[in-house]
């Protein structure tokens, strides 16, 4: 089933290039090394309930999961078929985690169940309110001290990964990443009630600065 929220754009836009989201992804983001960094600033422990949103095709959630293999990892993203070609890359890689079809914005989980979320290059795509209300459901189904962790373009940190930006704006839109390039996610996270939010890590890449994020929910 197709959701039909229009605000809601899917990963690279087109359903044409779904096929090719993890080769593009990992060419011009630096995927692995901020995934990577991602997970490391996280300090996960084992028991863990993990929620990846925006999962897409369920890189971070199979990174998650074999460098923390007694954690239980959830992903959730709207896109039937790039949850199909997630679940495929699962099980081909061996490692047990549960996909379920959502949106950010209303997810389809109760309140106070997860240890952590993670989000990677997934908050670009929604609309302003969309991120708040978003950010609004994530902290409704993390536990007190959970914690959030998100890795999406941010404020660029130079001329160069502003200029650099822009194709990514094209593509995704301009009204939906402008807010990412003027840097509020963490205003929006604060509003949402998170706490000792910061900016952990600023990586340039070809298409930006990526920047890597965490936030807790007060205990």
Avoid at 81 to 91: G, H, M, V
Wanted: hydrophobic fraction near 35%.
């Amino acid at each position: 089933m197709e959701t039909k929220d229009k605000n809601y754009i899917k990963a690279l836009r087109f359903n044409w290039l779904t096929k090719y989201y993890d080769q593009i992804v990992s060419l011009t983001t630096r995927e692995s090394f901020f995934k990577k960094k991602l997970i490391k600033q996280s300090v996960l422990s084992d028991g863990d309930i993990v929620l990846d949103i925006g999962s897409g095709t369920g890189t971070l959630a199979i990174l998650i999961k074999k460098d923390n293999p007694e954690t239980q990892v959830f992903g959730v993203d709207g896109d039937e078929n790039i949850l199909s070609i997630a679940r495929k890359k699962a099980k081909d890689k061996e490692v047990q985690i549960t996909f379920k079809r959502g949106l950010s914005f209303d997810l389809p989980f109760s309140e106070n169940h997860f240890d952590c979320c993670f989000s990677s290059l997934f908050f670009h795509h929604l609309s302003d309110e969309n991120k708040l209300k978003s950010f609004q459901e994530i902290h409704r189904v993390l536990k007190n001290d959970g914690k959030l962790h998100v890795a999406d373009w941010g404020k660029p940190s130079n001329f160069l990964m502003r200029l650099l930006f822009f194709p990514i704006q094209v593509l995704d839109g301009f009204k939906t990443t402008s807010s990412n390039v003027q840097g509020i996610l963490p205003l929006l996270m604060e509003q949402s009630g998170f706490i000792e939010v910061k900016i952990e890590k600023e990586i340039s890449t070809m298409f930006g600065t990526m920047t890597l994020y965490s936030a807790s929910k007060k205990g």
